[in-house]
């Protein structure tokens, strides 16, 4: 008797033991869900910021540029459009200030060609900036025919 009294012991011991080690391997979940969600929202955080730090440079790019582009200060544009490429070589404004560029100096097709890229890169922008610099090109191509 005294060794079935045991043995039932043994096993009640054996079930808490299972139940203890379930008990810390949830625990041990609970704890890698929350590391991988606070892993994700500083993710998330740090992108919000660094788009910020983007949109800040962006618009001081265009703004810049736009500057140069109404002051007549072509070199320093080209040379702004340059360096601008060479750090954030997908910003459409490089290509859309690129045509503005050559559509001042009547260079129709390397005009048509940067507003391609342009319409690749913010196709968003066809409708409002594209199409009726395509209209002007196109005009000032009749123009000098």
């Excluded at 033991?17 to 890698?32: D, H, K, P, R, T």
């Excluded at 929350?34 to 998330?44: E, I, P």
């Excluded at 001081?60 to 500057?67: G, I």
Aim: hydrophobic share 45%.
């Amino acid at each position: 008797m005294e060794n079935e009294n045991t043995v039932r012991q043994l096993k009640h011991i054996k079930i808490w033991i299972a139940i203890g080690s379930l008990g810390f391997v949830l625990i041990g979940l609970a704890a890698l869900l929350l590391s991988l969600a606070s892993v994700a929202a500083f993710a998330a955080i740090e992108d919000e910021i660094s788009n910020d730090v983007e949109c800040g440079q962006t618009t001081s790019f265009k703004n810049q540029a736009s500057d140069f582009f109404e002051e007549g200060k072509l070199d320093e544009l080209i040379k702004l459009i340059e360096s601008r490429e060479l750090t954030h070589p997908n910003d459409a404004y490089i290509y859309l200030y690129r045509a503005r560029l050559h559509i001042v100096r009547n260079e129709w097709n390397s005009a048509l060609e940067a507003l391609d890229q342009t319409t690749l890169l913010s196709p968003s922008w066809e409708a409002e900036y594209i199409k009726p610099m395509v209209t002007v090109i196109n005009r000032k191509q009749g123009e000098s025919n």
